[in-house]
C-alpha cells in the first residue's frame, strides 16, 4: 500500500510564501495532498498523480512578466474541481480567457472585507452568516474580467471579483488567502472544496502507522538497517515505527557526544533499551568530542567539528553491524517540498546545521525516510499513537550539537556541568509554573564571563547565565516569552541559590530576527 489508495490533491505551487499552509489546512481534514512546483508539473506527472481535485497556490509573480509561471494546459481537461488562491486565480483566469489588470492604485494586502454577490455558493457554505467575511488579501494586480463560465459571488472593496466560480466546471478561484490565521473563516472554504471534490478523508494517523509499515517491510525486505537516534521527537518516532515494523533488524546508535542535557543520555537509553526493548548501541564519546572542541571559541568551528566526529562515530559502529543495507532517517515534509526560488540567487548561511548527509553515498547505504511525508505536528500525532509518553511528545526542541552552542566561548567540563544544572533549574520551574507547553523553546546558556557578587559576607566571582525562552510556530520567526518579573525573580534565585558557580541571571528578550534562538 502508499499514498495513492488515499484520494490524493495536488498543490502546485507558485511560490507564495504560504503555500505550506495550504497543504496544513488540508491535512487537519484527513485529505492527503503533495505541493509541487508548477515547473515540475508536466502532463506525465498529472497523469500519473491523477489529483482527485487541484489548488493553485499564490505567488509573487506577475502573469504579464516575461516567462510568468503558467500551469500545464492540461490541468484544465482533467475534469476535476480546481481552486485558484490569489495568483492562482489570476492565472486561472489568464489561461481561460478572462483578463488581468496591472496594479494601478487597487493593491490591496492585509485584512479586507468580502460581501456576498450573485447567488448561492457551494464554496461558501458557512461562510456570510453575519454581513461580511474577514479575509487577507496580498495582491498587486487583480482580475479585471472573469473568464467565460464564471460569475461572482463575492467582493471586497479593491477586488470586486473576489470570489468566482464556474460552477459547471467546479472551478473556483479567489482574490484572498483563505489558509491564512487572518481569514478566520478560511478553513471552512477548504472543507467545503474537499466536499464538493468528494475526498473521503481517509488520511488518519491509524492508516498511516499501518500503511508506513506495511511500507518498510516491503522496502527493507529481510536487511538490515541503522538508525540514528538523537533523543528528538522525529528520530524516536521514526525509529520506533521501524520497529515496529521490522524488529531486530534494526540497530540504533544514539552518539553521546557530551553535550546532552542533565539525565538526558540515561532517559534516552532506558526508554528505547528498557521500554521499547530497542537494539540500542549507546556510543559514549564524550572525551572524543569535548577534547577535540577544547580551545576552540568561534562557532561554526565548533559545529564543523561536531558534525564531522559524529559522522565519524556514526560510522564506526555502523560498521560493526554485519551487511546493513539501509539508514534510516527522520526526514518530515517540509524538507523534501521543492521550494519556488525567483531570485535565483544562493542563500546566506546563517549557521551550518547538524544532520548525517552526505553519510548513505560514502557508505553506500539506501534511505529509509518513513516520515516524509508528514508535517511536525503529524509526526507527533503518530508518536502518540505509537505509545510514547505525551510529556515525551512535547519535548522542546534540542539542537544537534547541543549545549556547545549555549555555551559561547571555549567549552569546558566545568562550564557544561554548572549549565547543565542552571537549565534543569530553569525547565522545572517553567514545569511548576505550567508554562511549558506555551514557550516553543526554552534554554539556558552559559555566559563567557565572570561577575562579582555577594553571597552571606562572602565575595563571589562566579559565571553569569542567560536565560531564552521563546514562541515561534516553526523556528523560522520567533519572539520572546513575556514571563512575568515574579517568575523571572523567583527562578534568578532559585539559579543561584541552587547552582554552584552562578552568580548572576539575566533574561534575553531578542526576537528572531534580528536574533536567532541559540545563541550561536
Ligand atoms: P536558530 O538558532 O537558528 O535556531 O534560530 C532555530 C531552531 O533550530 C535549532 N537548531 C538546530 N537544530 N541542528 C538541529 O537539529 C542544528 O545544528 C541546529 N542549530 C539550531 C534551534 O534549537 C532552534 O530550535
Same mark, same amino acid.
Given at each position: 500500500?502508499?499514498?495513492?489508495?488515499?484520494?490524493?490533491?495536488?498543490?502546485?505551487?507558485?511560490?507564495?510564501?504560504?503555500?505550506?499552509?495550504?497543504?496544513?489546512?488540508?491535512?487537519?481534514?484527513?485529505?492527503?495532498?503533495?505541493?509541487?512546483?508548477?515547473?515540475?508539473?508536466?502532463?506525465?506527472?498529472?497523469?500519473?498523480?491523477?489529483?482527485?481535485?487541484?489548488?493553485?497556490?499564490?505567488?509573487?509573480?506577475?502573469?504579464?512578466?516575461?516567462?510568468?509561471?503558467?500551469?500545464?494546459?492540461?490541468?484544465?481537461?482533467?475534469?476535476?474541481?480546481?481552486?485558484?488562491?490569489?495568483?492562482?486565480?489570476?492565472?486561472?483566469?489568464?489561461?481561460?480567457?478572462?483578463?488581468?489588470?496591472?496594479?494601478?492604485?487597487?493593491? *490591496?494586502?492585509?485584512?479586507?472585507?468580502?460581501?456576498?454577490?450573485?447567488?448561492?455558493?457551494?464554496?461558501?457554505?458557512?461562510?456570510?452568516?453575519?454581513?461580511?467575511?474577514?479575509?487577507?488579501?496580498?495582491?498587486?494586480?487583480?482580475?479585471?474580467?472573469?473568464?467565460?463560465?464564471? *460569475? /461572482? +459571488?463575492?467582493?471586497?472593496?479593491?477586488?470586486?471579483?473576489?470570489?468566482?466560480?464556474?460552477?459547471?466546471?467546479?472551478?473556483?478561484?479567489?482574490?484572498?488567502?483563505?489558509?491564512?490565521?487572518?481569514?478566520?473563516?478560511?478553513?471552512?472554504?477548504?472543507?467545503?472544496?474537499?466536499?464538493?471534490?468528494?475526498?473521503?478523508?481517509?488520511?488518519?494517523?491509524?492508516?498511516?502507522?499501518?500503511?508506513?509499515?506495511?511500507?518498510?517491510?516491503?522496502? /527493507?525486505?529481510?536487511?538490515?538497517?541503522?538508525?540514528?537516534?538523537?533523543?528528538?521527537?522525529?528520530?524516536?518516532?521514526?525509529?520506533?515505527?521501524?520497529? *515496529?515494523?521490522?524488529?531486530?533488524?534494526?540497530?540504533? /546508535?544514539?552518539?553521546?557526544?557530551?553535550?546532552?542535557?542533565?539525565?538526558?543520555?540515561?532517559?534516552?537509553?532506558?526508554?528505547?533499551?528498557?521500554?521499547?526493548?530497542?537494539?540500542?548501541?549507546?556510543?559514549?564519546?564524550?572525551?572524543?568530542?569535548?577534547?577535540?572542541? *577544547?580551545?576552540?571559541?568561534?562557532?561554526?568551528?565548533?559545529?564543523?567539528?561536531?558534525?564531522?566526529?559524529?559522522?565519524?562515530?556514526?560510522?564506526?559502529?555502523?560498521?560493526?553491524?554485519?551487511?546493513?543495507?539501509?539508514?534510516?532517517?527522520?526526514?518530515? +515534509?517540509?524538507?523534501?517540498?521543492?521550494?519556488?526560488?525567483?531570485?535565483?540567487?544562493?542563500? /546566506?548561511?546563517?549557521?551550518?546545521?547538524?544532520?548525517?548527509?552526505?553519510?548513505?553515498?560514502?557508505?553506500?547505504?539506501?534511505?529509509?525516510?518513513?516520515?516524509? $511525508?508528514?508535517?511536525?505536528?503529524?509526526?507527533?500525532?503518530?508518536?502518540?499513537?505509537?505509545?510514547?509518553?505525551?510529556?515525551?511528545?512535547?519535548?522542546?526542541?534540542?539542537?544537534?550539537?547541543?549545549?556547545?552552542?549555549?555555551?559561547?566561548?571555549?567549552?569546558?567540563?566545568?562550564?557544561?556541568?554548572?549549565?547543565?544544572?542552571?537549565?534543569?533549574? +530553569?525547565?522545572?520551574?517553567?514545569?511548576?509554573?505550567?508554562?511549558?507547553?506555551?514557550?516553543?523553546?526554552?534554554?539556558?546558556?552559559?555566559?563567557?564571563?565572570?561577575?562579582?557578587?555577594?553571597?552571606?559576607?562572602?565575595?563571589?566571582?562566579?559565571?553569569?547565565?542567560?536565560?531564552?525562552?521563546?514562541?515561534?510556530?516553526?523556528?523560522?520567526?520567533?519572539?520572546?516569552?513575556?514571563?512575568?518579573?515574579?517568575?523571572?525573580?523567583?527562578?534568578?534565585?532559585?539559579?543561584?541559590?541552587?547552582?554552584?558557580?552562578?552568580?548572576?541571571?539575566?533574561?534575553?528578550?531578542?526576537?528572531?530576527?534580528?536574533?536567532?534562538?541559540?545563541? $550561536?
Amino acid at each position: 500500500m502508499d499514498t495513492s489508495d488515499h484520494d490524493r490533491l495536488l498543490i502546485l505551487d507558485f511560490g507564495s510564501q504560504v503555500t505550506q499552509l495550504i497543504a496544513r489546512r488540508l491535512r487537519e481534514l484527513n485529505v492527503y495532498c503533495e505541493i509541487h512546483p508548477f515547473n515540475a508539473v508536466t502532463d506525465d506527472f498529472l497523469k500519473a498523480f491523477a489529483p482527485k481535485a487541484v489548488i493553485f497556490s499564490g505567488g509573487p509573480a506577475s502573469v504579464f512578466a516575461e516567462g510568468a509561471p503558467m500551469p500545464p494546459a492540461s490541468v484544465f481537461e482533467l475534469g476535476v474541481p480546481i481552486l485558484g488562491i490569489c495568483y492562482g486565480q489570476q492565472v486561472m483566469m489568464h489561461c481561460l480567457g478572462g483578463h488581468v489588470e496591472r496594479g494601478k492604485g487597487t493593491a *490591496e494586502f492585509g485584512r479586507a472585507y468580502v460581501t456576498p454577490g450573485g447567488t448561492k455558493l457551494d464554496l461558501l457554505e458557512g461562510w456570510f452568516e453575519t454581513d461580511r467575511e474577514q479575509v487577507w488579501m496580498s495582491h498587486g494586480d487583480h482580475v479585471s474580467k472573469i473568464a467565460p463560465g464564471f *460569475e /461572482v +459571488y463575492g467582493t471586497s472593496p479593491n477586488a470586486p471579483f473576489a470570489v468566482t466560480a464556474d460552477v459547471n466546471r467546479h472551478f473556483y478561484a479567489v482574490q484572498f488567502h483563505p489558509e491564512v490565521h487572518h481569514t478566520p473563516n478560511g478553513a471552512r472554504l477548504y472543507e467545503n472544496f474537499v466536499r464538493i471534490a468528494g475526498f473521503k478523508g481517509d488520511w488518519t494517523m491509524g492508516a498511516y502507522r499501518e500503511e508506513a509499515i506495511a511500507r518498510i517491510r516491503e522496502q /527493507v525486505g529481510s536487511e538490515k538497517v541503522i538508525c540514528a537516534l538523537s533523543g528528538g521527537v522525529d528520530s524516536s518516532v521514526a525509529a520506533i515505527l521501524l520497529h *515496529e515494523a521490522i524488529g531486530d533488524q534494526l540497530t540504533c /546508535v544514539f552518539v553521546d557526544h557530551g553535550l546532552l542535557r542533565k539525565n538526558e543520555a540515561d532517559e534516552v537509553v532506558t526508554m528505547f533499551r528498557e521500554h521499547y526493548n530497542l537494539p540500542l548501541i549507546h556510543a559514549d564519546e564524550a572525551d572524543l568530542f569535548l577534547g577535540e572542541l *577544547e580551545g576552540v571559541s568561534d562557532p561554526e568551528t565548533k559545529r564543523k567539528i561536531i558534525g564531522r566526529l559524529f559522522i565519524d562515530v556514526f560510522q564506526k559502529h555502523a560498521d560493526e553491524i554485519d551487511g546493513v543495507k539501509f539508514l534510516a532517517q527522520g526526514t518530515l +515534509y517540509p524538507d523534501v517540498i521543492e521550494s519556488v526560488s525567483f531570485s535565483g540567487g544562493p542563500s /546566506v548561511t546563517i549557521k551550518s546545521h547538524h544532520n548525517v548527509g552526505g553519510l548513505p553515498e560514502k557508505m553506500g547505504l539506501s534511505l529509509v525516510e518513513p516520515l516524509r $511525508e508528514l508535517f511536525k505536528d503529524e509526526v507527533r500525532a503518530l508518536g502518540r499513537e505509537l505509545g510514547l509518553p505525551p510529556s515525551f511528545i512535547g519535548r522542546h526542541p534540542f539542537p544537534g550539537p547541543g549545549l556547545a552552542i549555549r555555551c559561547p566561548g571555549e567549552i569546558t567540563r566545568e562550564k557544561l556541568d554548572i549549565l547543565r544544572e542552571a537549565d534543569a533549574v +530553569y525547565i522545572d520551574q517553567i514545569r511548576r509554573h505550567g508554562l511549558y507547553d506555551e514557550i516553543w523553546q526554552a534554554f539556558a546558556a552559559i555566559l563567557p564571563v565572570r561577575t562579582v557578587g555577594v553571597m552571606g559576607d562572602h565575595r563571589t566571582y562566579d559565571y553569569a547565565c542567560a536565560l531564552r525562552a521563546v514562541t515561534s510556530v516553526d523556528g523560522m520567526t520567533a519572539d520572546y516569552y513575556p514571563f512575568s518579573h515574579e517568575f523571572l525573580g523567583e527562578t534568578a534565585t532559585r539559579i543561584i541559590n541552587e547552582v554552584p558557580g552562578i552568580n548572576r541571571v539575566t533574561y534575553d528578550i531578542t526576537s528572531k530576527p534580528p536574533g536567532t534562538i541559540e545563541w $550561536e
